[in-house]
């Protein structure tokens, strides 16, 4: 059974760092890419970037680049969501998600709700 | 980047009657389309993929459906579980993105 198991929630002040991880189970994790969903609170969706964890390859949104760094290790089958500087604005829930390939479904971790407040 | 537009922006429905959503993609996403289902607090929930496939465990009153870079969803008989928020996503070219959703309430 395919599994994605998200970090818990974190509460952090304006201009911290942050490192929220997802570990994956019951696939090939360097085989799938992987990555992360963003969702403020009462908003949409949105995609900030996926990861191929067999060789590192990285894309992000063009909102997201150059906002946060994605990140994975593939022996331990996890993968990373880093802010370098929290603000107020990155407060929303988080999600990890092995993408839709194909015909292949996709599948979602439970979510990270990061609250960043002074 | 493709953008994707959804319609309407809230649906209010009757219990048992049909419901009608839409989405509209900027440009040919082929069948790298899917639909999904999102309660509060909840993650969301995979109904379509490939346009017009019901993921495992989905009821077959939900229904897709695809006419060039218009896509639908049909949703027969509405029950009381179906009242939710609904999110299309196009999976064709990164960035991979999702409409803005529409609302399904009761009426």
Known sequence: ?118 | EIVMTQSPATLSVSPGERATLSCRASQSVSSNFAWYQQKPGQAPRLLIYGAAIRATGIPARFSGSESGTEFTLTISSLQSEDFALYYCQQYKNWPYTFGQGTKVEIK
């Open chain 1, 1 to 118: 059974e395919v599994q994605l198991v998200q970090s818990g929630a974190e509460v952090k002040k304006p201009g911290e760092s942050l490192k929220v991880s997802c570990k994956g189970s019951g696939y090939s994790f360097t085989s799938y890419w992987i990555g992360w969903v963003r969702q403020m609170p009462g908003k949409g969706l949105e995609w900030m970037g996926i990861i191929y964890p067999g060789d590192s390859d990285t894309r992000y949104s063009p909102s997201f680049q150059g906002q946060v760094t994605i990140s994975a290790d593939k022996y331990i089958s996890t993968a990373y969501l880093q802010w370098s500087s929290l603000k107020a604005s990155d407060t929303a829930m988080y999600y990890c998600v092995r993408p839709l390939s194909g015909i292949e479904v996709d599948y979602w971790g439970q979510g990270t709700l990061v609250t960043v407040s002074s």
